[in-house]
């Protein structure tokens, strides 16, 4: 049951902004090309079965061509992946052309770069709010650049990884 209090939608973004969240980007093939978007809400639900879990918003053109494919592939960013972040969070549909990627075994596009990726089998999408909750069960995964710090979202600006945050 959703709760009756009213939380100032400001409030709620500043607060939450201080919660720092790892950048990936969720991609698969819509009429034969690629397609993706940037998210910040990769979450792990369950290693068995080993499920992930993402929020959409519900205004994303890019999930809703992704959701009729069934399956989709999560690219984990690297914190050297600033302008691929920029790139997949504008409304374009051209995305894929100036950013190297390839297919992974399982055939999704998985990012040049990245840290690691997920290949998942769309589970369910639930409506919460003016976001979808979406479970992927996962097929294949693979960590690609382990010597590479993660690409991070904290108070409303994309950061460098940990280790440049905690230099000194």
Request: some cysteine; proline content about 5%.
């Amino acid at each position: 049951m959703l709760s009756s209090v009213t939380i100032d939608p400001s409030l709620f973004r500043r607060t939450l902004s201080h919660f720092c969240t790892g950048i990936v980007v969720i991609a698969g093939y819509d009429r034969g090309g690629p397609v993706g978007f940037t998210a910040q809400s990769l979450v792990s639900l369950s290693l068995d079965p080993p499920l992930i879990g993402f929020s959409p918003s519900k205004t994303s053109e890019t999930w809703s061509r992704l959701r009729n494919a069934k399956r989709f592939c999560v690219s984990i960013l690297s914190d050297d992946q600033h302008d691929v972040c920029r790139t997949f969070s504008r409304r374009a549909d051209d995305r894929f052309t100036n950013v190297g990627w390839s297919n992974c075994a399982s055939g999704l596009p998985v990012l040049d770069g990245a840290l690691a990726y997920i290949s998942c089998t769309l589970e369910a999408e639930h409506d919460t709010g003016d976001h979808f909750f979406v479970v992927g069960c996962v097929d294949e995964l693979e960590v690609l650049r382990s010597e590479n710090e993660p690409l991070l979202f904290f108070r409303g600006e994309i950061r460098p990884g940990l280790r440049a945050n905690h230099q000194g």
